[in-house]
Structures are given as C-alpha cells and as structure tokens.
C-alpha cells in the first residue's frame, strides 16, 4: 500500500504521495549529512552544506530515478501522461523522495538509511567534494586564481528576441591568455555561466599545451654581517676566478726576477774572484824585482866586512 501511493502522483487519484514526498525529503537530507559528516573529516560546515545541497537538489535526484528507470513505475493521470510527465523532472525527483518516506514507515531509518547510501556512494566516489556544487564563473575564477591570471571580464554583446523573451549573449575575455568564448541565456546571469563554463575549458586547454617555462638560476648574493660590518660575497664571482691567473703570471714574473738577480750576483761573485786572482798573479810577479831592488840598495854585513878589511 505504501509502496503504491509513493508512486502515485496527483493526477491519478486523491491518494497520492506528497506527504510522503515530504518525509523522504527529511530522510533524505539527514542521511545524505551523515554520510558526508563520516566521509569527509576535514571539510567544513560551509562546504559540507554546499556538497548536501547539490546531492538533494533536483537533477541529482532526477539522474538517480533515471537510472533505477523509475519513470516505468509511475501512476499518473492522462493528462500527464500524453504531455510526457513521465519524463518530467520534478516528477521524478517527487517520487524518489516518495519511496523514501515510504521505506521509512515500512521498515524504519536504518532501513532508509542503506538504500539512500547505496544510491549515492557510488556518485561520491566519482565527484570531486572541492567542486561539486560550484558554479562556471566560481569555477573558473578560483582556477585563474590558482594559476596567478587576472580574473575574467563578462560583456553582454547582443540581446536577442521579445522583451519577454529575450536571449542574452555574453563575452568572456581572459586577457593573458588571448581567450574570448561567448554563451547564450535566457538571462544575463545565464549567459555569463555559459560562457564561463567554455572560457574554464578553454583556458584548461591553452595552459596544457604551453610549454613548461624553464626557471633560469639567477645569481644570488649572500650578505655576511661580522662587528657590524656588512660585507657581500657573490656565489660565483667572476672576478675572484680570474685572479688566480693574474696572481700566477705575477709570481712567474717575480721568480724570473729573482733568478735574474741570482745570476748576476753570481756574475759579480765571479768577477770579483777573478779580479782578486789577477791583483795577487800581478803581486806576485812584481816580488822578486822589489827584493832584488831591496837587495841591491841594502849591503848586506858580510859585503861592508869584506869592503873594510
């Protein structure tokens, strides 16, 4: 009986499932926190409201019933079913809030409970909790900003269509990295969601195609402060290289120097050896004429005897 007025709409009959609509939207949202509130340790209340929020909103609900082909279960009036409320997606999220309601009735919260977490688990796992439930324009202003790019400029180029009916064609530029897109709304808000959804593609796009910048090493210099005195030593001084070249010629030249010097003392050691030498051959030889000379001028005691006697 539960399980047929959950699925009745109220087209079909008085008896239909608004009121169990209403207790499943209950259900459903207290067991969509918890599983959030278990899953997810370190995100805040503010994230964990805007992730719940987008996980019990219609279209979310509507996939799910999708994907169950609820739509095949349905009891609607003929109205509905000739304009195609089957397809329809309040109708369909209605319901599947409905079935909660009623499983609860029936089978009590832990019940509920399982098949709620059965449902949605497997969408967790393949959503990112960071974006999930975040609008195009959100979206791809915290990517720029991700990136250190200058936030996006919307323009609305042309409005199309009645007064009461007007289409609004909205511009994206992203300056830095040469993008312009446009989108369409029934709305200037809208338009600016469409076209910052393709402008987010678009900028993914342009950034995995640069090339990756290559950081150059630029010279640092480290400053050293001893006594109050600052002194700045560069990590590869050019000047101090080349010194030791300088430093090696001059102590060439020095020694070069030195060995001149030492070859002509040794020069004049020679020459004055030699001069000595030739002074004392020369003294030498002028001896015997100064003895003989002394000799003849001093008579000698046995030659004044002899002159005497």
């Known amino acids: 009986m539960l399980l047929q007025q959950a699925l009745t709409h109220r087209s079909h009959s008085s008896a239909h499932n608004e009121r169990l609509e209403f207790l499943g939207d209950s259900v459903l949202n207290c067991v969509v926190a918890s599983v959030l509130f278990d899953r997810y340790s370190k995100i805040d209340e503010g994230d964990l409201s805007r992730l719940r929020a987008n996980l019990v909103k219609q279209q979310s609900l509507y996939e799910i019933a999708q994907r169950i082909e609820l739509s095949n279960f349905l009891r609607l009036g003929e109205g509905e079913l000739k304009s195609g409320g089957f397809r329809r997606p309040s109708i369909l999220a ?35 909790p960071k974006t999930l439930g975040k609008d195009a324009k959100t979206l791809l202003q915290e990517f720029l900003q991700g990136k250190k790019i200058a936030l996006p400029q919307y323009n609305v180029v042309a409005t199309h269509g009645a007064a009461h009916n007007q289409e609004f064609e909205v511009e994206c530029l992203v300056p830095k990295l040469d993008i312009q897109v446009f989108g369409t709304g029934g709305s200037r808000r809208a338009g600016e969601q469409a076209a910052a959804k393709s402008a987010l593609e678009a900028v993914q796009t342009a ?34 290289m080349e010194m030791p070249k300088s430093s090696k010629t001059a102590k060439g030249q020095s020694k070069k120097s030195d060995q001149d010097s030492h070859a002509h003392a040794a ?26 000379t002394n000799a003849e001028e001093v008579p000698s005691a046995g030659s004044g005897q002899s002159k005497s006697a």
């Open 94 to 128: 209605d319901t599947l809030e409905a079935l909660f309601g009623a499983i609860f009735l029936d089978s009590g919260f832990d019940a509920a409970s399982s098949v709620i977490s059965a449902m949605y688990i497997p969408i967790l796992d393949t959503v990112d």
């Open 267 to 292: 020069h004049e050691e020679v020459n004055d050896s030699n001069t000595q030498q030739t002074q004392s051959h020369t003294e030498d030889v002028n001896q015997p004429d100064l003895l003989k």
């Open 207 to 240: 950034l995995a195609k640069a090339p990756v910048a290559v950081k150059k090493n630029k010279p640092r210099t480290t400053q050293l402060k001893l006594a109050g005195i600052a002194t700045i030593q560069p990590d590869a001084p050019t000047a101090h």
